[in-house]
Antibody
Framework: DVQLVDSGGRLVRPGGSLRLSCEGAGFTFRSYAMHWIRQAPGEGLEWVASISATGGSTYYADSVKGRFTISRDSSKSTVFLQMNKLRAEDTAVYYC????????????????WGQGTLVTVSS | EIVLTQSPATLSLSPGERATLSCRTSQSVNNYLAWYQQSPGQAPRLLIYDASNRATGVPARFTGSGSGTDFTLTISSLEPEDFAIYYCQQRSNWPPLTFGGGTRVEIK
């Protein structure tokens, strides 16, 4: 079975930095694009960033572009989200998700999700 | 950016009833639309992709239909575990991937 375990969320002050991790198991990690999605308290889902299977292509929401960086280490089956210059509006549960397809280009559908990790940005 | 509008915001139904959820997109997404289910305190779960394909393990009572700008998720007979929030999502023209605001299916 596919398993994704998100970690790294905590309380951080505005302007601070945080790195989230997501370790995958039960699938050939290096063959799939990976995504980060967030959900503010009581709100809907917002796509944050995506990375191709090879790591050669990355994509970002305008709201995080220039502040967040997605990366992956396929030798450790882990995808990361480096979050800098955090703002109160970045407060959310962050989920990593696996792409549905091993084909290129990325399908953009999210077929397995981590349990989420809570990031709270507050002074 | 393609905007997805879901209706109704809340659907109040009884177990065994049929649920019909709507998702409208601001421009055509062809059939590149997915549906997700999110139960309280849980991560979302992929139900339907490419408008009408059920994901692995999804029961047959879930049916997706539509193309272009108008899409429907139908749950033929609601089971207790189906009371949740449902989101649609497009991947036609990304980035960005975009989601609808969600429809809550609650017990009447």
């Amino acid at each position: 079975d596919v398993q994704l375990v998100d970690s790294g969320g905590r309380l951080v002050r505005p302007g601070g930095s945080l790195r989230l991790s997501c370790e995958g198991a039960g699938f050939t990690f290096r063959s799939y694009a990976m995504h980060w999605i967030r959900q503010a308290p009581g709100e809907g889902l917002e796509w944050v960033a995506s990375i191709s299977a090879t790591g050669g292509s990355t994509y970002y929401a305008d709201s995080v572009k220039g502040r967040f960086t997605i990366s992956r280490d396929s030798s450790k089956s882990t995808v990361f989200l480096q979050m800098n210059k955090l703002r109160a509006e970045d407060t959310a549960v962050y989920y990593c998700a696996k792409d549905l397809s091993r084909q290129v280009p990325t399908s953009g559908y999210l077929d397995s999700w981590g349990q989420g990790t809570l990031v709270t940005v507050s002074s | 950016e393609i905007v997805l509008t879901q209706s109704p915001a809340t659907l109040s139904l009884s177990p065994g009833e049929r649920a019909t959820l709507s998702c409208r997109t601001s421009q055509s997404v062809n059939n590149y639309l997915a549906w997700y289910q999110q139960s309280p305190g849980q991560a979302p779960r992929l139900l339907i992709y490419d408008a009408s394909n059920r994901a692995t393990g999804v029961p047959a009572r879930f049916t997706g239909s539509g193309s272009g700008t108008d899409f429907t998720l139908t749950i033929s007979s609601l089971e207790p575990e189906d009371f949740a929030i449902y989101y649609c999502q497009q991947r036609s023209n990304w980035p960005p991937l975009t989601f609808g605001g969600g429809t809550r299916v609650e017990i009447k």
